[in-house]
């Protein structure tokens, strides 16, 4: 079992930046691939990016790609989420997700453990 918390998440205008964070606990978070998904007011959840449990394959959606940056530092057991060039569109509640597949999973159900989630507001 693995435990995971998210942080870091607000209110911030368009244009701006945040750094969510994910701290996992229960075990070390080196042995699960790690993603991000995002959910927005009336509308179902969507994978944001991913990463597998040795720091490499980042894989992002289209919409977030070239702005957002996944990383991890299993040291600390965390993996983290900078979001840069926020917009409107970016507003959802953020969940961190682990698994324990081979490299970097993109659908929901291949997670098996989730966060509480975080909320990001982007004000236009």
């Known amino acids: 079992q693995v435990q995971l918390v998210e942080s870091g998440g607000g209110l911030v205008q368009a244009g701006g930046s945040l750094r969510l964070s994910c701290a996992a606990s229960?075990?070390?978070?080196?042995?699960?691939?790690m993603g991000w998904f995002r959910q927005a007011p009336g509308k179902e959840r969507e994978f944001v990016a991913g990463i597998s449990w040795s720091g490499g394959s980042p894989t992002y959606a289209d919409s977030v790609k070239g702005r957002f940056i996944i990383s991890r530092v299993n040291a600390k057991n965390t993996v983290n989420l900078q979001m840069n060039s926020l917009n409107a569109d970016d507003t959802a509640v953020y969940y961190c997700?682990?698994?324990?597949?081979?490299?970097?999973?993109?659908?929901?159900?291949?997670?098996?453990?989730w966060g509480q989630g975080t909320h990001v507001t982007v004000s236009s």
């Open positions: 229960g075990r070390t978070v080196s042995n699960y691939g």
């Open positions: 997700a682990a698994h324990t597949y081979w490299g970097t999973r993109l659908l929901e159900y291949e997670y098996a453990y």
